[in-house]
Antibody, heavy 123, light 107 residues
Framework: QVQLVESGGGSVKPGGSLRLSCAAS????????MSWIRQAPGKGLEWIAY????????YYADSVKGRFTISRDNAKNSLYLQMNSLRAEDTAVYFC????????????????WGQGTLVTVSS | EIVMTQSPATLSVSPGERATLSCRAS??????LAWYQQKPGQAPRLLIY???TRATGIPATFSGSGSGTEFTLTISSLQSEDFAVYYC?????????FGQGTKLEIK
């Protein structure tokens, strides 16, 4: 079945770095766009980063632009999020989600989502 | 940026009754709207896309409607497993944005 599994979360001090991974299975990873979405404790959902199937196109939320970098390795069916210059307000559960399909225009919703990985930024 | 506003923030409904959740976009998004359900400690689950199309495996008790700026998610005959937080999300333009959520609780 289609599955996404995030890893790499943990505790880090402000200004530190962390790299999240998302392992995909059950579908042709290289055919799909992917996104990262986060949820601060007790708060709502915030989309933060997107990458096209080939990696040629990336979009970021203003809140993470210049600090976070999304990447992917289609040979390894994996998505990554490099997070630098972390701040307390980056504390959240980070979800990866399957996004659009390279051949299906308009299929731009998030389905499915991984279970999430918690990132805590605190001194 | 398109701002998505959900109402009410909390909705108290008795099991077996109908729940109606609203979502408003600050600018027209055509029908590029999805609804998600999130239970405590779980990832969100896609319910509806294209404003009114149920995702695979979603029961017919869930229905979506609307276009442009006004959207509705209706859950008929609420079951115990339906009590959760619901989010709308627009995918008409970047950045993708979510509503703040509606918590559906048992009355």
């Amino acid at each position: 079945q289609v599955q996404l599994v995030e890893s790499g979360g943990g505790s880090v001090k402000p200004g530190g770095s962390l790299r999240l991974s998302c392992a995909a299975s059950g579908f042709t990873f290289g055919d799909y766009y992917m996104s990262w979405i986060r949820q601060a404790p007790g708060k709502g959902l915030e989309w933060i980063a997107y990458m096209s199937h080939s990696g040629s196109t990336k979009y970021y939320a203003d809140s993470v632009k210049g600090r976070f970098t999304i990447s992917r390795d289609n040979a390894k069916n994996s998505l990554y999020l490099q997070m630098n210059s972390l701040r307390a307000e980056d504390t959240a559960v980070y979800f990866c989600a399957r996004d659009g399909h390279k051949l299906v225009a308009g299929r731009d919703w998030f389905d499915p989502w991984g279970q999430g990985t918690l990132v805590t930024v605190s001194s | 940026e398109i701002v998505m506003t959900q109402s009410p923030a909390t909705l108290s409904v008795s099991p077996g009754e109908r729940a109606t959740l609203s979502c408003r976009a600050s600018h027209s998004i055509s029908n590029n709207l999805a609804w998600y359900q999130q239970k405590p400690g779980q990832a969100p689950r896609l319910l509806i896309y294209g404003a009114s199309t149920r995702a695979t495996g979603i029961p017919a008790t869930f229905s979506g409607s609307g276009s442009g700026t006004e959207f509705t998610l209706t859950i008929s005959s609420l079951q115990s497993e339906d009590f959760a937080v619901y989010y709308c999300q627009q995918y008409n333009q970047w950045p993708r944005t979510f509503g703040q959520g509606t918590k559906l609780e048992i009355k």
